[in-house]
């Protein structure tokens, strides 16, 4: 199970489309009024990396872009939510 700050780096990951770095992860993260810092960022791609919803692409250059395993969780989640919400 993911804790917000987890999902907050998913989301974000998700929504872009894209390959990126921690910094530019933590970057938008706090233009989008997420309080927690470059490490946390750091350990949350790892603990994604680990549970499979995220990878480490570009030969380890430190990129990082969501799984279709990460893609999903979110997606369901999303839809779990519209269920409560109905």
Known sequence: MLDFRAEAVLELLV???????PTPIYEN????GETFSKRTVHRKLGNLVEAGY???????????RATEAGRTLLENREQEHA???N
């Open 29 to 32: 993260l706090r233009l989008n």
């Open 15 to 21: 929504a872009s489309d894209l390959a990126l770095p």
């Open 54 to 64: 995220a990878e480490k692409v570009l030969n380890g250059k430190g990129y990082y």
């Open 83 to 85: 269920i409560v919400q």
